[in-house]
């Protein structure tokens, strides 16, 4: 049994307009690292709040660690168990102490004080902004307001964190900041569901999931995905600026081997062209 | 700009003042409002004013910002000592058509004043040396027997504390509105006050949509983070009476046994 299944899920917002999800199946197995990727309405943030049972599916199921998410005893223990990062950093943090914001999570679950002390350290510590945590959340940028807020799931002590598109608010800097904290997150066993519209942000995970209207267009490692340029395109969905060079190379009729996905790939192929 | 502002004026410090329990804070102010109505001779009256002044010196806040609080309100101190002034009864010292000056009165507009200085340098003291969240904070906490009459403490904390989050964001988003609205040409600085006010129009319909639909995204935020309202819910800060807060309950005390003794010693003059 995978970490996450999803099977056949269907799902509107209301009975009249059509299906954002119309049957959507998924398998994320424990630790890995998934990108979902997709344009505007294609149901990939719909996806990611049935993960944590913030919506139900109306056909179909979603069962985390053996708990189905329509079960109603369960879905606080789904909540604690599958974090989720929204995109606005300012509208997730509760408390005006950035510590206090922390604690939230936990002081909800009915953990220990003493306990909650420790999580609330080590999860400013896991998104390094321990030096901040007598500090005021307006006062941070939105790179570091988000990684407060990443650590107000991370002291759930979650075994999944879904990211639902962390970085579309921030600036370049905030976003580096924000896919290195997931990076740790992923070297610490965490699963990762990064929803996202930035291709060089889905190149970094283990695997790729493409949505379109409600459906999943393809999936599979970057590689794989993103070396079928044609069907994304076709799809109006973009890849990767060295993949798009290199397409484009291709078009004119140069070979190739493989396809690049990052700038360093891409000069390595570039690099064996003009050889 | 306007995102400097501060709600509640906290002055960071490591006095002993800034040090106590913020409940116990709270209940000696509530204390010592009740004390200073209860003086009746100058000599009782001086007691509370050089305890306030102990607290002030104590307190670790520059005494400019004491000053500052009391500008705002010296207009009423002006007025009210005024009106006492001819409330008072006996033998008229000056008299001016229906107006008398008694003895009394000018006793009475003296007691007032005082008692308000008192009572707001007090006051300040408290918003001076706690922190917007330790107010809350322990506002629910000695809330907390009010729950027997089914008053919701926990989500009236809740909501002080969301919105105490929310003023500087607000804030900084007025800002932004008005730099946009300013940039299509809206006039706001021309006018009476009727189009001053009537100019704010297209700054607060965006700010309220806006403010709804952060209230939205907080709920789910705080769903996700498996929220469900006070019942079962633990806090990470735990508040401790310390010696110190002791020591001042014990000041509070001696405060009230000097007062008392004031009072049954001399005679009342008012």
């Known amino acids: 049994m995978s970490f996450i299944t999803a099977e056949n899920i269907k799902f509107s917002y209301d009975e009249e307009n059509k299906n954002v999800l119309d049957g959507v199946s998924l398998k994320i197995e424990k630790g890995d690292f998934v990108a979902l990727l997709g344009h505007n309405g294609c149901g990939k943030s719909t996806m990611a709040k049935m993960l944590n049972a913030m919506l139900l599916p109306d056909e179909g199921t979603i069962v985390i660690e053996n708990m189905s998410t329509k079960d109603e005893e369960l879905t606080f223990e789904i909540r604690r168990t599958v974090g989720l990062v929204l995109q606005n950093p300012d509208n997730q943090l509760v408390a005006s102490v950035i510590e206090e914001d922390v604690a939230f999570g936990p002081e909800n679950l009915g953990v220990e004080p003493s306990e909650i002390r420790k999580r609330v350290d080590e999860a400013l510590k896991a998104v390094d902004m321990y030096e901040y945590r007598t500090h005021a959340p307006h006062k941070l940028s939105g790179g570091q307001k988000q990684r407060v807020a990443i650590a107000g799931i991370l002291a759930m002590q979650p075994s999944c964190v879904v990211f639902d598109e962390p970085t579309a608010m921030l600036d370049p800097n905030g976003r580096e900041e924000v896919m290195k904290t997931i990076h740790t997150l992923k070297s610490r066993g965490i699963t990762v569901v990064l929803i996202t519209h930035y291709m060089n942000e889905a190149v970094q995970a283990d695997r790729v999931v493409v949505m379109d209207s409600g459906k999943i267009l393809t999936e599979g490692t970057p590689k794989e995905v993103f070396s079928q340029v044609n069907l994304l395109k076709k799809h109006s969905l973009d890849v990767p600026q060295a993949t798009e060079l290199a397409y484009k190379l291709i078009g004119v009729g140069l070979r190739y081997t493989e396809m690049p996905l990052t700038a360093e790939e891409c000069v390595s192929f570039l690099e064996g062209v003009l050889r | ?270």
């Open chain 2, 1 to 270: 700009m306007i995102r400097d502002i501060t709600l509640g004026q906290f002055v960071p410090g490591k006095g002993i003042i800034h040090r106590m329990d913020p409940r116990v804070k709270i209940l000696l102010l509530i204390a010592f409002i009740v004390f200073i109505f209860c003086t009746f001779n100058f000599v009782s009256l001086g007691v509370c004013a050089a305890a306030v002044l102990f607290v002030i010196f104590l307190s670790d806040v520059p005494f400019k910002l004491y000053l500052k609080s009391l500008k705002v309100i010296i207009l009423i101190i002006i007025i009210t000592s005024i009106l006492n002034i001819f409330y008072g009864s006996g033998t008229p010292i000056f008299e001016l058509g229906f107006l008398k000056i008694t003895l009394s009165g000018i006793y009475r507009a003296i007691f007032v004043s005082v008692r308000i200085i008192c009572l707001i340098l007090i006051s300040s003291c408290l918003t001076f040396t706690t922190s917007p969240t330790d107010l809350t904070d322990a506002i629910e906490r000695l809330m907390k027997p009010l729950k027997v009459f089914h008053i919701k403490v926990h989500e009236i904390a809740m909501m002080m504390t969301i919105a105490l989050r929310f003023v500087p964001t607000l804030l900084e988003e007025t800002d932004k509105i008005m730099s946009a609205q300013k940039a299509r040409g809206a006039d706001m600085e021309s006018g009476g006050i009727i189009k001053k006010i009537k100019a704010m129009t297209p700054v607060l319909i965006p700010l309220f949509v806006s403010a709804f639909r952060r209230a939205y995204e907080l709920a789910m935020a705080m769903e996700c983070r498996c929220y469900r309202g006070g019942n079962g819910r633990t806090r990470m800060k735990i508040l401790h009476m310390k010696p110190l807060d002791f020591g001042c309950v014990g000041f509070a005390a001696a405060l009230l046994a000097g007062i008392i003794v004031c009072n049954l010693i001399l005679p009342a003059v008012i």
